[in-house]
């Protein structure tokens, strides 16, 4: 099997959509303190709400999903499934690791969702599902993130799509790294609850 070179470009293109700081973007036109200088100083949808501004924590939420979206829809379009994995693959490490803001962005759940939304619609659907009701039963953001996201590739795998089921696995544990510190103060009993002050 050869290596198509659409496929690099695909990954590149991902990288680009996913390093799109939409957290950052949206609460500096809204003149909101330098978002990098509050709460955690990621750029994700959580840290937005901490500015007290539920609307840019949701135009941000809706941003960072659609980025991981449109790159594997447009990829995909033009290349084919792999084009697609590779391209929602970039975008999750974009939005991780955005090269200009010195490869420190957020944490990437909303991405990761986006990107399941375009590879394989019904498992971002069990990802929701899931997110929703650990959060209810413990209100902890990251750990539902988590148990979500663990979840999703063995229902990749359960419905027979071993690739996404491979290429969710290598994101969940870039994503469970990416919250090495929720982690940590999920250990120690410290970990903000929704809704806590």
């Known amino acids: ?3 198509e070179p659409f496929l690099i470009v695909a990954f590149f293109v991902g990288y680009f ?3 799109i700081p939409f957290g950052l973007l949206l609460t500096k036109f ?3 303190e330098d978002l990098r200088s509050i709460g955690s100083g ?3 949808a959580t840290n937005v709400l901490r500015t007290g501004r539920k609307g840019l924590a949701a135009g941000t939420l809706i941003g960072d999903a659609l980025k991981g979206t449109l790159a594997v829809v447009v990829c995909g379009y033009y290349g084919g499934p792999n084009a697609a994995m590779l391209a929602g693959f970039g975008a999750f490490l974009g939005h991780l690791y ?3 803001l010195k490869f420190k962005g957020g944490k990437g759940v909303a991405t990761y969702i986006g990107v399941l939304i375009g590879l394989f619609w019904p498992a971002a659907i069990v990802f929701c599902v899931m997110w929703i009701a650990t959060a209810i039963t413990t209100r902890y953001s990251s750990l539902s993130a988590l148990i979500a996201a663990f979840v999703t590739p063995l229902f990749l ?3 027979l799509h071993p690739a996404l089921a ?7 544990l870039l994503l469970f790294y990416a919250h090495r510190e929720n982690i ?3 250990q120690t009993g410290t970990e903000s609850r929704i809704g806590a002050k």
């Open 1 to 3: 099997m050869t290596f």
């Open 184 to 186: 940590k103060r999920l």
């Open 166 to 172: 491979s290429l969710f696995a290598v994101m969940t």
């Open 42 to 44: 990621s750029i994700g």
């Open 98 to 100: 955005p090269v200009w």
């Open 157 to 159: 795998w359960w419905f």
């Open 30 to 32: 809204a003149g909101t």
């Open 17 to 19: 959509f996913g390093s």
